[in-house]
């Protein structure tokens, strides 16, 4: 039990600033970011299926697992976006689960550009597991089992603009301070801002930056994804694969790597590398699974970035 303690309280020093265990972090996110913006939900303008794996420091005993599924659909009829996200997050004897569902409406200006507006709401359930033959003492009174299951309801607002390049903000966690709870999550505002354009009649670039808020601690993130071998028709995923690499200003590098076996499946992984001062913990290696089906892939000339247009 010592050895547990010992290791959640140095992953909840390295997370803070990463914002691991208290909202989930993938660094496949760009791929996926209706799982933290309720605006960019259905915005691949079809029907999807995602699931994110990410195994954090691996080697250590008790250290985070985070499991997460979402679905989106578009509805051209409607303009709007709906989805839903499932997530698990395990760390030590500490299991936080969220539900949340997401409507977002679209309007289409006259460039092609589209801008969503997204509103989530769902929950946040919180568990702590210790079993009385876990502890060095048994019936210490430092931990608290009056209180081992906690339910937070939790809000999401966000925008997203989607033309030659692609913005945007939300602001998660709205109103769960209301809530008298050991885990009532501080508001987190995340900002994302891409674009993409040809280097190669094959290849295209795109660079990414982000930043992200929460209370007093601050992270901005920047890189780029490289794209290769791309198809003439612009109705499906025009990319076999990519390569990418990013840095965060926590210390932290990830590389990242995909394929699309097909025009429908996407397959995605990354490693995550710290360096600095949480090299010490982080250097044990974080991997990351990313997973993608959409039901019926399509991009529309008019409203992708400049790298899909003729």
Request: hydrophobic share 40%.
């Amino acid at each position: 039990m010592k050895r547990t303690l010992i290791i959640l309280i140095a992953a909840g020093l390295a997370s803070a600033p990463a914002f691991a265990q208290s909202d989930f972090d993938f660094s496949q996110r760009y791929f996926n970011e209706s799982l933290y913006n309720p605006a960019a939900a259905g915005n691949s303008l079809s029907t999807g299926f995602f699931l994110h794996t990410r195994t954090q420091w691996l080697g250590l005993d008790g250290a985070p697992i985070t499991i997460a599924a979402a679905f989106d659909h578009f509805s051209q009829s409607l303009r709007s976006g709906i989805g839903a996200t499932v997530a698990a997050d395990y760390i030590g004897v500490h299991q936080t689960y969220s539900f949340r569902f997401a409507y977002a409406y679209y309007m289409q200006f006259a460039s092609g550009a589209m801008l969503s507006l997204g509103l989530s709401a769902g929950v946040l359930a919180r568990h702590t597991n210790i079993r009385s033959d876990q502890l060095d003492e048994p019936g210490d009174r430092i931990l608290d089992y009056s209180r081992n299951k906690e339910y937070t309801p939790d809000f999401d607002f966000g925008l997203e603009y989607k033309g030659a390049v692609k913005f945007g903000i939300t602001v998660r966690h709205l109103g769960a301070q209301t809530v008298a709870s050991h885990y009532a999550p501080s508001i987190n505002v995340w900002s994302y801002l891409s674009s993409r354009f040809n280097i190669a009649r094959s290849t295209s670039l795109e660079p990414i930056a982000s930043f992200t808020y929460r209370r007093e601690i601050y992270r901005a993130e920047a890189g780029a994804l490289l794209y290769f071998f791309k198809t003439k028709n612009l109705h499906t995923y025009n990319d076999r694969f990519w390569l990418g690499a990013m840095y965060r200003s926590d210390h932290n590098i990830a590389l990242l790597a995909g394929l699309n076996l097909t025009p429908r499946i996407r397959i995605g992984y990354s490693f995550d590398y710290g360096v600095g001062h949480v090299a010490t913990i982080a250097n044990y290696g974080t991997h990351e699974l990313f997973f993608a089906y959409q039901f019926n892939p399509q991009f529309y000339k008019d409203i992708c970035c400049p790298a899909l247009r003729r």
